[in-house]
């Protein structure tokens, strides 16, 4: 059973999204280790909306913040602190798909960002969206992943930019998954749809 890090390369580029579609192409398990922000409907609920499968299950945040803000910030205004050692990997005998929280360099505390939730096995899929920025983002968190010896692959989202997707495959050479589109709305059947376009790549 393999486990899959979903990272982004900053907020808002479809993390969440292609979470569902990796859990509903494996029928794996969901895990949101932190959760800042709103906790009424929450990222694992989106998730959990968004997959047809009954074999998934959603496992609880270790930590869910009030405040929708870097993790580190949030934590404080709660008066607590995150403690990598006590963020544990659910027990499962099911491929697991964990969404992280921003981007990859987002401070869990004052020593610890996202990328030192990720472990050597995991696979990694990092979400890139067009937008101005948007190459120097991606290339500095594939580069950063690489740097480590991670395994990493990419799904776009969004509108295709050919110029901007182009000169990302070349200048790193990482396996592109493929490109979620700027749908009007994402529901069951649409996820549906992209789990079985991308199930014989991840």
């Known amino acids: 059973m393999k486990t899959y890090f979903i990272t982004g390369i900053g907020t808002d580029v479809g993390k969440t999204i292609v979470s569902a579609i990796c859990v509903e192409a494996l029928e794996a398990d969901y895990w949101k280790p932190v ?121 776009f989202s969004g509108d295709a930019h050919e110029s901007t997707e182009r000169i990302i495959k070349q200048m790193t050479d990482v396996p592109v998954i493929g490109r979620i589109d700027e749908e009007p709305y994402f529901d069951r059947n649409v996820v549906k749809e992209y789990a079985e376009r991308f199930k014989d790549r991840l």
């Open 35 to 155: 959760q800042a922000g709103d906790l009424d409907h929450d990222d694992t609920c989106k998730v959990k909306k968004l997959v047809s499968n009954s074999k998934s299950v959603f496992h609880s945040n270790r930590y869910a913040l009030k405040t929708p803000m870097s993790p580190h910030a949030a934590a404080a205004i709660d008066g607590i602190e995150i403690d990598l050692k006590a963020i544990k990997v659910p027990k499962t005998n099911n491929h697991l798909v964990i969404e992280g929280a921003g981007g990859l360099l987002v401070p869990l505390n004052d020593t610890a960002t996202v990328m030192d939730m990720i472990q050597p096995d995991y696979q990694v899929i990092v979400v890139s969206r067009h937008y101005l920025g948007s190459i120097n983002h991606t290339l500095l968190t594939l580069h950063a992943l690489k740097e480590k010896g991670f395994n990493v692959s990419i799904i």
